[in-house]
């Protein structure tokens, strides 16, 4: 089966305690992208990357970190959350050369930061 | 100014219910459209993209008009499983950049 998957789908942390949320996906997609979604402000694109070994900021990349080491794989690194970042976080994927672009998203991650 | 703006709603309606959303982009120069469905917090799902011609699926119609710079969405003949939120979203001349709205959320009422 295509899928996106996150782990961990909830993680409540504390401020300072470095943190990984792992992406995953089987479709062979050489996009993949992170995002934040919070009341009011929709999705908001946090970091993408294109192919393996190379990323890009998205609209708020600050206190993030990602890596893009194997075509399947885009952690999100959390080097020092602070509360700000308690979000649910979804990632995404789509292969570069479809024409509609479709976006397959995993479940997300609720992450809460204390 | 957002990117994508849209109206929150709810809009609350009765089943076989006609309902339209619309939406903003401020990127005259933005190269796709597509609106997603996304239930009760869980993760967005496409439910079509929006040509130029505009383009039809089943119930659901949507028009995109790049001269006003808005986007829409029609539901015919509303269901119950037709509850959601539906979130517009625009990829902008950057070809990797997606920008969503905020959302507009559907309750369709028996």
């Known amino acids: 089966e295509a899928q996106v998957t996150q782990n961990p789908r909830y993680l409540i942390t504390v401020t300072g305690k470095k943190l990984t949320v792992t992406c995953s996906q089987n479709?062979?997609?050489?996009?993949m992208s992170w995002y934040r979604q919070d009341p009011g402000l929709g999705l908001r694109q946090i970091y993408y990357s294109m192919n393996v070994e190379v990323t890009d900021k998205g609209d708020v990349p600050e206190g993030y970190k990602v890596s893009r080491k194997e075509k399947r794989n885009f952690p999100l690194i959390l080097e020092s959350p602070s509360p700000n970042q308690t979000s649910l976080y979804f990632c995404a994927s789509r292969s570069s050369g479809a024409p509609t672009d479709t976006q397959y998203f995993g479940p997300g991650t609720r992450l809460t930061v204390l | 100014r957002k990117e994508v703006e849209q109206d929150p709603g709810p809009f609350n309606v009765p089943e076989g219910a006609t309902v339209a959303f619309n939406c903003t982009y401020s990127?005259?120069?933005?190269?796709?459209f597509f609106w997603y469905r996304q239930d009760c917090r869980k993760e967005p799902k496409l439910l079509m993209s929006?040509?130029?011609s505009g383009n039809e699926d089943g119930r659901f119609t949507a028009q995109l008009n790049r001269a006003s710079q808005y986007i829409s969405l029609l539901i015919r003949d509303s269901k119950l499983s037709d509850s959601a939120t539906y979130l517009c979203?625009?990829?902008?001349?950057?070809?990797?950049?997606?920008?969503f709205g905020s959302g507009t959320k559907l309750n369709v009422k028996p």
């Open positions: 979203v625009v990829k902008g001349d950057n070809f990797n950049k997606f920008y």
């Open positions: 929006v040509y130029s």
């Open positions: 479709m062979n997609h050489e996009y």
């Open positions: 990127n005259s120069a933005s190269q796709s």
